[in-house]
């Protein structure tokens, strides 16, 4: 299935569940909100400062859970500012892939692929290593150490081009071809 398909879907059936007085698991359109686009930005502020406490004291196996919850936030407050709510990871990885494509956000790449999910096994992703980050029995995990430094200028990084969108982008419209 192509992703503007997809995405009309995901609409869609969100839209169907809303209506019928259910939670969505999926994309659904809401006024543009700045506000909540901050503090979505606050937030992934707040988990980057939260990795240099986890360093200090030894929770090594804290930090890639950090590292993906930045990185999701910020990609939270892009679709808040565009007026998305979002249920879910894979949908809003996928609408931000689809908005970079249609060149309606100028947001990298590589923050995108890094809080999608692969299906195969070959494919780690972020989500993999903090999957296996929080769920093994492992504290101390040598390969977070190895990324530390990338991961934070990483994570840097996608915040400040969140706040380039969300701070002084003029207006974002959603495409009516997926969202209607």
């Not at 503007?4 to 939670?23: D, I, P, S, T």
């Not at 859970?65 to 990185?71: D, K, N, R």
């Not at 977070?144 to 969140?162: H, K, P, T």
Request: aromatic residues 12%.
């Amino acid at each position: 299935m192509n992703a503007e398909k997809e995405l009309r879907e995901c609409f869609r059936a969100a839209r169907k569940l809303e209506e019928k007085g259910m939670k969505h698991k999926g994309l659904i359109t809401v006024p543009p909100d700045t506000k909540e686009a901050k503090q979505y930005l606050e937030k992934a502020r707040r988990e980057l400062r939260l990795c240099g406490l986890y360093r200090k004291e030894g929770f090594d196996y804290k930090l890639p859970e950090e590292w993906f919850y930045t990185l999701y936030y910020c990609a939270l407050s892009i679709l808040a500012r565009i007026g998305v709510e979002s249920r879910s990871q894979k949908y809003t990885a996928l609408l931000l892939e689809y908005l970079k494509q249609k060149e309606l956000v100028s947001y990298d790449y590589r923050f995108i692929q890094m809080i999608k999910v692969h299906s195969r096994k070959e494919e780690e992703s972020e989500v993999d290593r903090r999957e296996y980050a929080r769920y093994s029995s492992a504290i101390r995990i040598e390969e977070v150490e190895e990324r530390y430094e990338r991961m934070m200028d990483l994570c840097r990084e996608a915040i400040s081009q969140a706040e380039e969108i969300v701070y002084f982008k003029d207006r974002i419209s959603m495409p009516k071809e997926i969202s209607e």
